[in-house]
Nanobody, 117 residues
Framework: QLQASGGGLVQAGGSLRLSCKAS????????MAWYRQAPGQQREFVAT???????NYVDSVEGRFTISRDNAKNTVYLQMNSLKPEDTADYYC?????????????WGQGTQVTVSS
C-alpha cells in the first residue's frame, strides 16, 4: 500500500530525498508522515503534512528537512539537507488512508539512511 524509496549512504552535510507512494483503491489520504528508527532505538516522529499542506517537524530536523506531498500522485516526500550522522536510521512513511472499504493508518517498509562523518 505504501512504497518508500530514496535512502542511501551520504556524507555529513549532504542531502537525500525520500519518496513514499500510496497505491491501491484509495478514496482519500489525510495526514502523511515520516518516522525513523535508529539501531537500538524506538521509532520516532520526524515530520507530518496534512492534506491541506500544513506541516510539523520534530525539533531536531526543523530547518534541515522539508516534507511535501503531491496529492495527484498520492506521494509524500522528505527532502533532507545538511544531514548529520545522528540522522542515520531506517525511515518509514505513514499515511491515514481511506479506501473503498475502510479507513486506517498504513506503514510503508523502511528505507535506510546512513550518514557518514
Amino acid at each position: 500500500q505504501l512504497q518508500a524509496s530514496g535512502g542511501g549512504l551520504v556524507q555529513a552535510g549532504g542531502s537525500l530525498r525520500l519518496s513514499c507512494k500510496a497505491s491501491g483503491s484509495i478514496f482519500s489520504i489525510r495526514a502523511m508522515a515520516w518516522y525513523r528508527q535508529a539501531p537500538g532505538q524506538q521509532r520516532e516522529f520526524v515530520a507530518t503534512i496534512t492534506s491541506g499542506g500544513s506541516t510539523n517537524y520534530v525539533d531536531s530536523v526543523e530547518g534541515r528537512f522539508t516534507i511535501s506531498r503531491d496529492n495527484a500522485k498520492n506521494t509524500v516526500y522528505l527532502q533532507m539537507n545538511s544531514l548529520k550522522p545522528e540522522d542515520t536510521a531506517d525511515y518509514y512513511c505513514n499515511a491515514d488512508i481511506t479506501t473503498t472499504s475502510r479507513s486506517r493508518y498504513y506503514w510503508g517498509q523502511g528505507t535506510q539512511v546512513t550518514v557518514s562523518s
